[in-house]
């Protein structure tokens, strides 16, 4: 399959999945990833155009690829894509945010987390996208890249003042991801964010957290190192969006 045929069918959502030319643009790999880089940078100048289109999935395709390939050349890409204030992030990436956004990252960043760190300090930035940052992280050291003696200083910073101290989806997923990691040491600045009401108790309580302590350590952090994983394959991060054996991509709304 020739690389503009690729493209063209990656291009727009036609109901079915384009697993030919997915598979195709893993073959070619060296041929495409300049066409998926120019993709994604030239994304963010379209943004008004691809909430108007919303059948048009190029972007998605180029970073699920991008993401496979372990590009990290479309890492800024991404993370400008996705810099936008309020709910245009939304829009633009629809479910793949919460689902899958945090994998892509960290198949991308190449173990530079100071990218992620800048976005999930922002507040400008959509929550669920900082979230998604942040989720990233415990990614990275569920596959073994990063410490976890490093993530948890660093979300240590974040408890005590390196985030505003306002509620939002940032502060649930924080300590989620606290949890994720085991958290022993943060225990103190968690409680804290509870009395000050910076998190949901419907997401996440503290007794869930207090439950998590009751495990053995060792055994819990197993399940993170068993259950992380990066993008390894579109074909089947695509797939799970099947529905009733008809494809659709997350939706953009």
Known sequence: ??????????????????????????????QIIPYLLEILEDASNRIEEIIEHDNYQGHLYAMYLCAQLREERSYPFILQLFSFPGE????????????DLARILASVCGGDIEPLKKMIENASINEYVRAA???????????GIKSRLEIV????????????????????????????????????????????????????????????????KETHLFRLFQNAE???????????????QEFTLPSLY
């Open 230 to 244: 990066l993008i390894d394959d579109t074909v089947t991060e695509m797939e799970k969006w099947l529905s009733s």
């Open 88 to 99: 245009i992030p939304n829009l633009v990436g629809g479910d793949v945010i919460t689902e």
């Open 1 to 30: 399959m020739e690389i503009a045929h690729i493209l063209e069918e990656l291009a727009y959502d036609m109901g079915t999945l384009p697993r030919d030319a997915i598979e195709a643009a893993v073959v070619k790999k060296e």
């Open 133 to 143: 940052c942040t989720s990233a992280l415990v990614q990275l050291v569920g596959c």
């Open 153 to 216: 200083r660093y979300f240590e910073h974040l408890l005590e003042n390196g985030l505003e101290r306002a509620p939002s989806f940032v502060w649930d997923n924080l300590v989620s991801s606290c949890c994720d990691l085991y958290p022993e040491e943060l225990y103190k600045h968690i409680k804290q964010a509870f009395e000050e009401g910076l998190v949901d108790g419907c997401f996440i309580s503290l007794e869930d957290v207090g439950h998590i302590l009751t495990l053995r």
